[in-house]
């Protein structure tokens, strides 16, 4: 069975983190499960936690009025779901549910916080990291706006 | 291009710049504007093609159209056709109605190099209509399916009413494919994932050392899905795309298709990513 410290170095958006980083933000770290159609936090609420999906699938969802939940993306093992709580006004902008069975390491958003004020060289290698995977996700969503399957009439 | 697999054009015709006829002899819709077709040559053998090449397709009168095979190349069938309706030769195309007779050049181009990387994990990695050109190429692999490591399909689409062969999906993985659908965007009922392809990528399980990509789509998507290949360590020498420009001739000699010092029709469609890269750096190109 592995430590809560082996499954954060475990994770992409955490690799190359020294062993004392990954202590201090095990600190910051709990094990949760969803159940599938469960809910992980919903918009508008208060964004304390965020979660790296050890197994399972989450989706980020928007509520559109007449057109129900709109799916924005799907997230999975080994990804980070939620990033509102780096920011005031630490409000979830998209609800995320599970859509399977899954299981999660929850992260405690403002002890996180703290604990990178105190340590900036903790909080510059997150910073570092947490960028690199939302530059991903943009150029992800581009590239999801530009609506490649879409029709050009041509011959 | 020692590469790549081919077949001489047009041996069972009179040449390969004369149309033969086929009879649409089955026909299914698969997507709002999609249609699977079945044609029957009415004159000689069964067109004889590798995965990964395309004829000219036409409905008498309204002009031709590269459209790639997408049937079972190890199979004496029918020859099997996925198009598109985009535009006035395509609509004529997948308008036409069972017992039509339809006109075929071909086959044309380089094939996918199925029979080249044995022992190589494999990953086809698709989006849209992309995966039609790709599943001869799928159904070639699963023959030899023991000859392989890991075979791997990534298939992303606009929505799930938009992708294609979802019947046949399951016997795939029941042989052999690990396959991972996306889509663009979908409501709740959807469980698959939500994204576009290339993030399919780095979450798949793979020897990227040895590991050879076939990718088909959108230019768009095969750029970014070859920057997502490249993160993962699967270098540009084993990544093969197939393009489409302008194919008119099919046999490289009216110049239409040409893309840097290649002509598409013959030179391609499919292309190591490492002979396409200097050229699709040329915007006008």
């Known amino acids: 069975m592995q430590t809560l410290e082996q ?43 965020f979660f790296l999906v050890r197994a399972g699938a989450v989706a980020l969802e928007v509520e559109a009025p007449g057109r129900g939940a709109l799916v924005i993306e799907t997230l999975g093992e080994g990804e980070v779901v939620g990033w509102s709580w780096l920011f005031e006004p630490y409000r979830w902008q998209f609800d995320a549910r599970a859509t399977m069975p899954t299981a999660v390491v929850a992260f405690d958003g403002a002890c996180l916080r ?42 | 291009m020692a590469m790549h697999a081919s077949v001489e054009a047009g041996t069972d015709t009179p040449g390969p710049m004369v149309p033969a006829p086929f009879t649409l002899v089955a026909k299914r819709q698969d997507t709002s504007d999609t249609w699977t077709l079945q044609l029957r040559a009415d004159t000689g053998s069964p067109l004889a093609f590798a995965p990964g090449q395309f004829t000219m397709l036409s409905a008498f009168g309204t002009g031709e159209v590269p459209i790639s095979i997408s049937g079972d190349a190890g199979a004496d069938g029918p020859l099997v056709h996925t198009v598109r309706a985009v535009g006035l030769a395509t609509e004529a195309i997948c308008r036409a109605d069972v017992g039509e007779v339809l006109s075929v050049r071909g086959p044309f181009g380089r094939a996918w190099p199925v029979a080249e990387i044995d022992g190589a994990d494999v990953l086809v990695i698709a989006g849209g209509i992309g995966l039609a050109p790709l599943r001869p190429a799928i159904l070639a ?32 993985a029941n042989r052999g494919l690990e396959v991972a659908l996306t889509v663009d965007s979908a409501g ?20 990227a050392a040895g590991a ?37 001739c099919g046999i490289g000699h009216c110049g239409h298709c040409q893309l840097g010092p290649t002509l598409v029709c013959r030179d391609g469609p499919v292309y190591r990513w490492s002979e396409l890269a200097p050229w699709l750096a040329i915007r006008e190109l």
């Not at chain 2, 709740?188 to 020897?207: K, M, N, Q, T």
């Not at chain 2, 076939?214 to 997502?228: I, K, N, S």
């Not at chain 2, 490249?230 to 194919?247: D, F, K, L, W």
Request: charged residues 20%; contains cysteine; aromatic residues 8%.
């Open chain 1, 7 to 49: 499954l954060i170095a475990g994770a992409p958006v955490f690799a190359g983190l020294a062993p004392a980083q990954l202590q201090l933000i095990a600190g910051c770290a709990v094990n949760a499960r969803f159940d599938a159609g469960e809910l992980l936090f919903r918009e508008g609420g208060p964004a304390e936690r």
């Open chain 1, 114 to 155: 703290g604990k990178c004020d105190a340590d900036h060289e903790l909080g510059y290698q997150l910073m570092r990291r947490f960028a690199a995977s939302m530059i991903e996700r943009l150029q992800a969503t581009r590239l999801q706006l530009l609506d490649v399957y879409g029709h050009a009439r041509v011959g």
């Open chain 2, 141 to 172: 692999l699963l023959a030899r399916r023991e000859r392989y490591g890991r075979l791997l399909l990534l298939y992303g689409g606009r929505s799930p009413d938009q992708l294609l062969y979802t019947g046949e999906l399951e016997a795939w």
């Open chain 2, 188 to 207: 709740p009922e959807w469980l698959g994932h939500v994204g576009v392809v290339p993030r399919l990528i780095a979450r798949a399980h793979f020897d």
């Open chain 2, 212 to 248: 050879v990509a076939l990718v088909c789509g959108p230019e768009v998507m095969m750029r970014f899905t070859v920057a997502a290949l490249a993160r993962s360590g699967v270098g540009e020498e084993r990544i093969y795309a197939s393009m489409e420009r302008n194919m008119q």
